[in-house]
C-alpha cells in the first residue's frame, strides 16, 4: 500500500449479490488415543460435530459479518445437507435463492479432526453438469438489479457453467463483477471488472515467473487479452499484486502473523474487496483493506469470517498514527473494539502540564490494573482557569504528544471542561483511576463507573513531586 493510509468503509448500505458453488462443510472433532485393531490407523472418538457453509456460502458469510447485505444464488440438491446450508445463512443474514435439484446431494465436504488437525477428508458430490442452465439464469436475472456489486464464486462444480452470459448481463447493467476463478480457461471470465486468482492458479495460465517483473506484464497481458478493468494476484505469503487499467503494478506485503489454516482466505478475500466496492471506496483501498482480512483469517481454524472489529484493530495496528492521540469518537470506537476483545479498561485524567517522575510511575500503576490504558488531558483554557495565569507551560499539543509517547499509555484524548466527567461517563472505563488524596465518592465520573459495575480507585503520587514545584523552584533558581 502506498502512503495513503488505510480506510475502513461503513457498509451499512452496500450489497453485494454472490452467485456460484455453495457447500456444507461438516467437521467431526474428537481425541485419536489409540490404533483400530483392524488396520494401522488411529480411533477417534467422535465428541464434537461442527457445520459451516463452505464455497460462494463462506463468501456470503464474510460479507454479512462486515454488516453489508448479501444475496446468495446456487445450486443445491433436495436433502437434509441444503436445508442445514441455508438455516445456517438464513440465520446470519444471508438472504438465500438456492435452485435445489432432485436425484444429486448437495455437495459437502466431511473434515475428521483431531488436537486441530485434519486426520481425513471425505467428499460427497456429483457436480451438477446436467442441470439445465435456463433456470439458473432467471434466478440470476430477478436478483441482479438489486445489488451494488456482483461476486461469481467459481470452485469447478459447473453452478457457473453459462458464467460468460451473466457476466455480459451484469456489465451491461453496470454492475461492478468480480471473479474467484477455477481451472485454466479464462477466457470464459472476459469483460469482468476484476479476477483474484491466486499465484499458483495464475501460473497455470501464464506459465511461471521467475520474478515480480515478469509476473507484471505477463498479468498485464492477461488483464488486456481479458478486458479486465483490474487483475488482483493473491500470492500467499508475499501478499498481493493488483495490475489496474492505466496505472503502475501496486504490491501489498503480506499481513499474516501466523498462519494456521489457509482454508478459505480465497473467500475473505473477495469478499471484503467486493463489500468495500460496494460500499463505494475505490480498488487500491479496497484491495488493502482485504489483504489486512486474509491476514487475519488466515490465524484461524477452518472457513471463518473477519469482523469490522477485527479490521479496525488490524488497521490499528498496522498504522501508527492511528495509536495514541484521538478525538472523543476515535477514542469510543477503539475501546468498543477492545472490549470486544475482552480487553479491561482503565482510564485517568489530568493536566499534565510538565510530566515529571511522579507522573510516570502513577500511570505505569494505572496501567498495571489492566489491558489499555486511557489518559483524559485538560485543554489549555481549562487549565488557566483551574491553575491561574502561565499556565499551562506546556501547549495542549505538546502535552498530548509526550503523553502519547509513554510504553504505558494507549490512547490520549483532550476534554474541554473543568472536569472529565461527560467524558469518563460517555467511556464508562473498567476502573477509573485518580492520584492524590482524593476520595472515591468525589472523584468526576466516578458514579457512572461505578454504576455501570467498574470501579474507582486512588493511587499515591511520588512525595516531592509535582508540577507546582518544579514550577517553583525554577523560579527560585
Not at 475502513?8 to 461438516?26: P, Q, S
Not at 451438477?128 to 439464469?137: E, M, P, R, T
Not at 489496474?244 to 501489498?252: N, V
Not at 477503539?334 to 511522579?358: K, P, S
Request: hydrophobic share 40%; with cysteine.
Amino acid at each position: 500500500m502506498p502512503e495513503e493510509k488505510i480506510q475502513l468503509a461503513n457498509f451499512d448500505d452496500a450489497h453485494v449479490l454472490v452467485v456460484g458453488d455453495v457447500m456444507l462443510d461438516r467437521y467431526w472433532h474428537g481425541p485419536t488415543s489409540r490404533i483400530s485393531p483392524e488396520a494401522p490407523v488411529p480411533v477417534l472418538k467422535v465428541e464434537d460435530v461442527e457445520e459451516r457453509a463452505g464455497g460462494a456460502g463462506n463468501v456470503a458469510l464474510n460479507i454479512v459479518a462486515l454488516g453489508a447485505r448479501c444475496s446468495l444464488l446456487g445450486l443445491t440438491g433436495e436433502d437434509d445437507a441444503a436445508d442445514a446450508l441455508e438455516k445456517q445463512l438464513s440465520a446470519s443474514g444471508v438472504r438465500c435463492f438456492f435452485q435445489r435439484l432432485p436425484d444429486v446431494p448437495t455437495i459437502t465436504k466431511l473434515r475428521v479432526m483431531s488436537r486441530n488437525q485434519q486426520l481425513i477428508r471425505l467428499d460427497f458430490e456429483e457436480g451438477f453438469s446436467g442441470y439445465d442452465a435456463g433456470g439458473f439464469q432467471a434466478l440470476f436475472s430477478r436478483h441482479l438489479n438489486d445489488a451494488d456489486v456482483i461476486v461469481f464464486s467459481d470452485y469447478g462444480k459447473d453452478t457457473l457453467k453459462d458464467i460468460s452470459a451473466m457476466i455480459r448481463q451484469a456489465r451491461e447493467a453496470g454492475k461492478i463483477v468480480l471473479v474467484d476463478p477455477k481451472g485454466d480457461d479464462y477466457s470464459i471470465y472476459a469483460n469482468a471488472t476484476l479476477i483474484t486468482p491466486n499465484l499458483s492458479e495464475f501460473e497455470s495460465v501464464v506459465g511461471h515467473c521467475a520474478s515480480d517483473s515478469e509476473l507484471v506484464s505477463r498479468g498485464e497481458a492477461l488483464r488486456q487479452q481479458l478486458d479486465l478493468q483490474s487483475l488482483l494476484i493473491t500470492r500467499s505469503d508475499r501478499g498481493m499484486t493488483l495490475l489496474q487499467q492505466g496505472q503502475a503494478a501496486e504490491h501489498l506485503t503480506a499481513q499474516a502473523r501466523e498462519v494456521y489454516d489457509v482454508t478459505g482466505a480465497g473467500d475473505t478475500v473477495i469478499s471484503v474487496l467486493a463489500a468495500c466496492l460496494a460500499a463505494g471506496q475505490d480498488t487500491l483501498q479496497a484491495t488493502a483493506v482485504s489483504n489486512l482480512a486474509s491476514g487475519i483469517v488466515v490465524g484461524k481454524s477452518g472457513t471463518a469470517t473477519v469482523s469490522v472489529t477485527e479490521l479496525r484493530r488490524a488497521i490499528r495496528e498496522q498504522d501508527e498514527t492511528q495509536r495514541g492521540i484521538m478525538d472523543e469518537d476515535e477514542l469510543l470506537i477503539a475501546l468498543q473494539d477492545a472490549r470486544a476483545h475482552g480487553e479491561r479498561i482503565i482510564m485517568t485524567n489530568g493536566c499534565f502540564d510538565i510530566l515529571h517522575h511522579g507522573h510516570v510511575s502513577y500511570l505505569e500503576q494505572a496501567r498495571s490494573l489492566g489491558d489499555r490504558l486511557v489518559v483524559a488531558v485538560n485543554d489549555d483554557a481549562s487549565v488557566a482557569r483551574l491553575k491561574g495565569n502561565g499556565r499551562p507551560i506546556n501547549s495542549l499539543e505538546h502535552r498530548l504528544h509526550v503523553l502519547s509517547g509513554l510504553q504505558c499509555v494507549d490512547w490520549v484524548v483532550a476534554f474541554t471542561e473543568d472536569t472529565p466527567e461527560r467524558l469518563i461517563c460517555r467511556c464508562l472505563p473498567d476502573v477509573l483511576v485518580k492520584g492524590g488524596d482524593y476520595r472515591p465518592e468525589d472523584i468526576a465520573g466516578g458514579q457512572c463507573v461505578k454504576d455501570n459495575g467498574g470501579e474507582v480507585t486512588v493511587l499515591e503520587y511520588i512525595e516531592g513531586h509535582s508540577t507546582t514545584d518544579i514550577i517553583e523552584n525554577l523560579k527560585a533558581t
